[in-house]
């Protein structure tokens, strides 16, 4: 594996990797590159966790790491009823 932080960010499988180089080219913001023929996420702070990169890797080598997103709703409903069973609340 890649030594990029384990964050909810593309992770690539270098193993897998075979350095094509389609994911660095239909990445929209230049957050891939190659580098000694395996793609890499040398620029994180630029990725939008579009998933480009991930649907268009032929050999399956990158994952992105799957978001839960909480719209605020949800999430005062999630927190009211994570209250509400909380033993230890007063
Ligand atoms: S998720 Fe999108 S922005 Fe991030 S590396 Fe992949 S193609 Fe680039
Ligand atoms: S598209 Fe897949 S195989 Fe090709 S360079 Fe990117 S990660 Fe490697």
């Known amino acids: 594996m890649s030594d990029e932080?384990?964050?909810?960010l593309p992770r690539i499988d270098?193993?897998?990797?075979t350095g094509c180089g389609e994911c660095v080219v239909?990445?929209?913001?230049?957050?891939?590159?190659q580098v000694d023929n395996k793609a890499r996420l040398t620029h994180?702070?630029?990725?939008t966790y579009c998933t480009i990169c991930e649907g268009?890797?032929?050999?399956?080598a990158i994952?992105?790491?799957?978001?839960?997103?909480?719209?605020?709703s949800n999430l005062a409903?999630?927190?009211?009823?994570?209250?509400m069973s909380d033993p230890h609340r007063p």
Not at 56 to 60: L, W
Not at 77 to 83: I, K, N, V
């Open 44 to 47: 994180p702070d630029l990725c």
């Open 26 to 33: 239909a990445c929209p913001t230049q957050a891939l590159s």
């Open 14 to 17: 270098e193993t897998a990797c």
């Open 56 to 60: 268009i890797c032929p050999v399956e």
């Open 63 to 72: 994952e992105l790491p799957f978001l839960v997103v909480f719209s605020e």
């Open 5 to 8: 932080p384990d964050t909810i």
């Open 77 to 83: 409903e999630w927190a009211g009823s994570t209250l």
